[in-house]
């Protein structure tokens, strides 16, 4: 990676956040010790689906300790049912279940004790009278019939959406070929090792909640607000609470309703940190399960003229947010191909499993893994290399800015350099007589490409796109900057992390402009009262937002600075130089304003400021999403995201045919997110997504049984990829600038994850193409490959 | 119960019930919050502390168990205020993290390896790690910050070649 022109930006600095962490010094919201906290414990609902008949509190309240019980009817005469994204009023999303629990897992009743321990032995102790009802957790079963998850609904429909982009069915009709092919996304998640937790805290005299949580969420303070029915300037969330991962799911709102609510009912603070087995179960935080059934019309070279693709989501028991991971998709819904013509059809339906929220992507890496098994599918009837495919396939450098059927104009890529840089450095004839080599040796071995896009910047129009209510247009994040008296600069940053290194984002973009050492700037977080608006770190869009609003800042307070100079220096501002912080007069550089003389001026020499300035050096920027700003056209066709990454997986994996055991033997990443603002995060977040794509498509799984328990409960049930399962990467970089950000920066806070899944999918077929067996349902775990091979053999092949 | 526990060369009189954890020990009694919960049953590392040198899960752990024992937490391999370990400042280097949740217990666990082991391959850095999981990194940056903080730990103390010809 080069620095180029950069002073700051792209060099190898080390990551500011990092000093805190190292020394046990973040401070996560297991942290915050206010005095007389008192803590939550809650009961669930052992069965799929059950109306609640009756619970009796009276033997959990005599317990040591134990200072409330709390039930779902309380609760829901108190507040507001929380936000959703689809207008769906008879599917009411609560804390507590309210008459009907409609999963395993499900909240029932929530306890308050001194000690967490003593909430815990209290829950234990509630008696719930339950009579079980019928349950669905298939997501064909929940649309063909299936009980009602929620009866009021009359379907367990909530989404149905058909969209054509172009001439699909002509397009279909002149082509040679067709193939479709059925693959499914199988229910996993981000599961970050911190779990969700929140301490809210009520004061009567001031009417503020105040929230610490370990929360990533877009307009959080609003929601609280508004289920909570407390006016927004009487919520304030802290945002200097670091949050210990996320990857889109950290999204508590139904913990801190609840805990707001107690705050406020018991004045006391109230605290509730999810264990293991609340996070995986109740938390609400599962990711998509998504059976896709794509079919392409193609010609004899392999050209994909068309596709036609069904997409049916399992939502689990309420919907929040979650349909429109959907929806995301559509704005990079040919990937980086020139597929001329689509039709989508997007099927939500409710089950009677957790709930969904958002997982890193937000749909974008199942509608990939779906296209590139496709693209594979495509190459193996014409007997054609699927890398050749692709390369048939792809955008070319010269073709950018690409308008896709669907309304977005990419912005820019060099998809085939990518290629042939990662293949420079890896020789695919020789990678295929590698993988031959194995398949003498009687190992399974198969070779797995992806090509993927990211799109980023957050410009998350598909809201409006499938609920036609929602006219939102504006995807705003901001920053401040002020230059105290002293000379200092503190910029300030208006919402949570969880890992991003955004500190050091804000530091080095406001460095690069001011042209001083980023460490010399403090980086601060405020609270929800005292913010300019975010977006919040969600669609990999900060580097873009984040970093675009510091950018702004920082040049409105570099002209402020050589305005006041050439005020002070008597000449045109068109004759000032800036230089480092000081400002000189170009016709005669001796003639200059040093750093401390304009803050001297601005801050206590009034008399030497312009006609008209603000005294001070505080300066602020609110940055809309580039490219955004229009809202869908009636056939639904809009701009969606500002930016595209681009990532190439190549990989070479073998598996034990007597074990089924998949084994990574080379994994090559190309990787184009255009300018790195800092390499080693971006290196980080790509090594990062594509341990979690290996253990998406490899190794997790939130499974049930048909009772309708889930039954991945712990880490010893779903698992998490450790060292061993994660190889050595050669990431190959590009960069491709996006003309529509400050440095030319894109996204890249999904990569890899956007794409392993698809590739290591790929090369297991291409394992057991020899066998006459595919695969295409998502986990491709251990025991499934075990038998299929073994199957296989069984039938002599 | 009263029990007395040495942590980071300090010895603590406690008044706990007999079913708590090491790690609720540490954190709710001693206010050292670098020890975090993350799974509660034994898997994902992140509340690893070092007992008589040796990495262990303080969550599976019971307090009173640890009496006898010297325990190290990530406040004992802080030299002092502002100040990194080697191994500390090597993940800096590298950034061998990101949201910093499993951080501390990774690191303690490279000062155990290191301590048994100063010149560890590749291949036994990570199987050292294997039982601290990390969800953002992806292991790579980690596996170099303890590479790299071998390496400058060797070489402490030692005269460069120069100053031994």
Not at chain 1, 373 to 392: F, I
Not at chain 1, 663 to 680: F, S
Not at chain 1, 768 to 777: A, E, K, Q
């Amino acid at each position: 990676m080069s620095a180029g022109h950069h002073r700051f930006v792209s060099t190898d600095r080390r990551v500011r956040e990092d000093r805190r962490f190292v020394v046990g010094k973040g401070r996560y919201v297991a942290d915050i010790d206010l005095p007389n906290t008192k803590h939550v414990a809650l009961l669930t609902c052992p069965y799929p689906a059950a109306r609640i008949k009756c619970i009796d509190k009276n033997a959990a309240l005599a317990m040591p300790g134990v200072r409330y019980v709390l039930d779902g009817a309380e609760l829901a005469a108190a507040t507001l049912p929380l936000m959703t994204g689809l207008d769906t009023p008879n599917v009411p999303r609560r804390p507590l279940a309210l008459d009907i629990a409609r999963y395993s897992g499900e909240w029932v009743a929530a306890v308050v004790a001194d000690t967490r321990a003593q909430a815990e032995d209290a829950a234990e102790a509630i008696d719930v009278t339950y009579e079980p009802l019928p349950f669905v957790l298939d997501a064909e079963q929940a649309l063909a019939s299936g009980p009602l998850v929620h009866e009021a609904h009359g379907s367990n429909v909530l989404l149905d959406k058909t969209l054509v982009w172009g001439k699909v069915d002509k397009d279909f009709a002149a082509s040679p070929r067709k193939l479709s092919l059925r693959v499914k996304w199988g229910r996993s998640s981000t599961v970050p090792i911190e779990t969700f937790g929140v301490v809210a805290s009520w004061d009567p005299w001031r009417e503020i909640l105040d929230v610490y949580a370990s929360i990533q969420m877009p307009r959080y303070a609003d929601q609280i607000s508004a289920a909570l029915k407390i006016p927004s300037k009487s919520v304030r969330v802290h945002y200097d609470v670091d949050v210990g991962g996320s990857y889109g799911v950290k999204r508590g709102i139904k913990h801190t309703v609840l805990c707001g609510f107690l705050a406020r009912r018991l004045d006391f603070p109230i605290r509730l940190i999810e264990d293991r087995l609340e996070n995986m179960r109740g938390g609400d935080a599962h990711g998509p399960e998504r059976l896709f059934d794509v079919e392409v019309a193609f010609d004899d070279a392999g050209i994909v003229r068309s596709m036609k693709m069904r997409a049916l989501e399992n939502l689990g028991a309420y919907a929040g947010r979650s349909p429109f991971q959907l929806g995301k998709p559509i704005g990079s819904i040919v990937g980086p191909y020139k597929i001329k013509s689509v039709e989508y059809r997007a099927i939500a339906v409710v089950t009677n499993k957790t709930t969904q929220d958002a997982v890193r992507g937000f749909g974008q890496g199942p509608t990939n893994f779906a296209l590139e098994r496709v693209m594979d599918e495509v190459a193996n009837v014409l007997g054609l290399d699927p890398l050749e495919v692709r390369r048939r396939n792809l955008i070319r450098h010269e073709e950018f800015p690409y308008l896709i059927p669907s309304g977005t104009t990419y912005d820019s890529g060099d998809y085939h350099t990518v290629i042939d840089k990662v293949l420079a450095n890896m020789n695919y004839e020789a990678l295929k007589q590698e993988r031959d080599r194995l398949r003498t040796e009687g190992k399974l071995a198969g070779i797995g490409i992806a090509a993927c896009l990211e799109p980023s910047g957050g410009n998350a129009t598909f809201e409006a796109l499938l609920n036609p209510a929602i006219t939102t247009s504006t995807f705003m994040d901001s920053c401040r900057i002020n230059v105290d008296g002293m000379g200092a600069i503190t910029a300030t940053m208006h919402t949570t992390s969880s890992g991003q290194g955004h500190e050091t984002l804000v530091g080095t973009v406001i460095g690069e402009v001011l042209e001083l050492d980023p460490d010399s700037i403090r980086v601060t977080r405020t609270d929800s009262l005292n913010s300019l608006p975010s977006g919040t770190p969600v669609g990999s869009r900060m580097a873009i937002m984040l970093g675009g609003a510091a950018f702004h800042a920082a040049l409105k307070l570099k002209a402020k600075l050589t305005a006041i100079g050439a005020h002070d220096l008597g000449i045109a501002p068109e004759r000032v130089v800036y230089d480092q912080g000081s400002v000189f007069d170009c016709n005669a550089p001796q003639n200059k304003r040093t750093w401390a003389d304009l803050v001297q001026i601005a801050h206590r020499n009034i008399h030497r400021m312009p006609k008209g300035f603000e005294p001070g050096l505080a300066v602020s920027h609110v940055y809309e999403v580039p490219t955004g700003g229009t809202l869908p056209t009636p056939d639904g066709r809009v701009q969606m995201y500002p930016c595209f990454s681009f990532e190439f997986h190549l990989i070479l994996l073998s598996i034990d045919p007597d074990l089924g055991t998949p084994q990574i033997v080379r994994y090559r990443l190309g990787h184009d997110c255009g300018t790195q603002i800092n390499p080693k995060i971006v290196r980080g977040m790509t090594m990062g997504g594509i341990a979690h794509g290996i253990g998406a498509a490899l190794h997790e799984e939130f499974a049930y049984n048909d009772e309708g328990q889930l039954i991945a409960q712990t880490f010893m049930d779903y698992l998490l990829p450790s060292s061993h399962e994660v190889p050595a990467v050669d990431i190959i970089d590009h960069e491709t600038p996006s003309p529509h950000t400050v440095l030319g920066q894109k996204g890249s806070g999904e990569s890899g994850y956007l794409g392993a899944p698809a590739a290591l999918a790929n090369a297991v077929n291409d394992a057991l193409r020899p066998l006459g067996v595919s695969i295409n349902t998502l986990p491709l775990k251990v025991s499934k490959l075990g038998d299929l091979i073994a199957a296989a053999r069984a039938k002599g092949k | 119960m009263r029990i007395k526990l040495t942590v980071n060369g300090a010895a603590h009189e406690l008044d706990i019930e007999p079913r708590t954890t090491l790690l609720d020990a540490l954190r709710d009694h001693l206010n050292l919050k670098g020890a975090h919960a993350g799974c509660e049953h034994g898997v994902c590392g992140a509340c690893t502390v070092l007992v008589d040198g040796v990495a262990v899960r303080s969550c599976l752990m019971f307090a009173p168990q640890a009496e006898d024992a010297a325990i190290t937490t990530i406040e004992g391999v802080t030299p002092g205020p502002g100040e990194l370990s080697p191994i500390q400042d090597a993940f800096c280097e590298t950034h061998g993290m990101q949201c910093g949740y499993c951080t501390p217990a990774m690191i303690l666990t490279a000062h155990a390896l290191l301590a048994a082991n100063p010149e560890p391959t590749r291949e036994q850095i990570v199987e050292a790690i294997s039982g601290n999981i990390c969800r953002c990194t992806g292991y790579a940056q980690i596996v170099e910050a303890i590479a790299l903080a071998a390496e400058r730990m060797r070489g402490v103390n030692r005269p460069s070649e120069e100053v031994r010809k």
